[in-house]
């Protein structure tokens, strides 16, 4: 009788075993698969492309003072406008700029993407800090945990389709990283700066978000076919 009690919890003892180590692959399976492409978790959704609209990526250079580096989790994604209104400041002119200005001794600033009317250019990896916000590195505010678009505003640009490019990358970058529309803010949220300010001057924040959850809609209607 005491042999089969032994057996008998021997077996238990196993079972349980073999759940545990089950549930840990199954733990780890999710840590490591995310989003819509089942891509690791920590990993740039590398996008190339957003409709007709080139993304062309030339990120700052690990180590400098404008990427801090380390990873985070993407919470939000913080809409800007560059203020720059001059002739030619266009999504290429602020990849200069921010490649020229990355290890400037104050006053250093760096963000994830410029969009412009006619391609959208990408400075960082989506999935490290950036300073954007006005926020430092505040746990859970917009540096720490958004990905930074700035939206062109030069006199030269056709500011109506910058609007709509930026609304097709935002949408395209809820469902890359499973966030929901709500996860828009404007910088002026985290930091108190009027920014995006023409789009908030013009009273069009929320015309803004409504067209991005049109399209974000309809990408997630277009990928459960
Ligand atoms: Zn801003």
Request: glycine share 10%; with cysteine; charged share 20%.
């Amino acid at each position: 009788m005491a042999k089969t009690n032994r057996k008998t919890r021997g077996g238990r003892i196993r079972r349980a075993g073999i759940v545990l180590a089950l549930m840990a692959v199954s733990f780890l399976a999710g840590m490591w698969t995310h989003g819509a492409l089942d891509r690791p978790l920590f990993a740039d959704a590398g996008l190339t492309y957003i409709g007709d609209i080139p993304v062309l990526t030339n990120y700052i250079p690990a180590g400098s003072r404008a990427r801090p580096g380390g990873l985070r989790e993407i919470k939000y994604l913080v809409i800007h406008e560059t203020d720059n209104f001059a002739a030619g400041a266009d999504a290429a002119a602020h990849d200069s700029f921010i490649h020229q200005n990355a290890d400037a001794a104050s006053g250093v600033v760096s963000w994830h993407y410029t969009v412009d009317d006619h391609q959208i250019c990408h400075h960082l990896p989506d999935n490290e800090p950036a300073y954007h916000a006005g926020d430092g590195m505040e746990p859970n505010g917009g540096n720490q945990n958004g990905i930074g678009i700035e939206m062109c505003v030069n006199e030269d640009g056709d500011y109506e389709q910058t609007l709509r490019n930026a609304e097709q990358l935002c949408a395209r970058l809820l469902v890359e990283y499973d966030l929901k529309p709500a996860a828009l803010r404007r910088h002026q949220d985290f930091s108190g700066k009027v920014c995006p300010a023409k789009l908030i001057g013009s009273g069009r924040w929320e015309e803004f978000c409504a067209a991005v959850e049109q399209q974000y809609d309809a990408l997630r209607a277009a990928g459960a076919q």
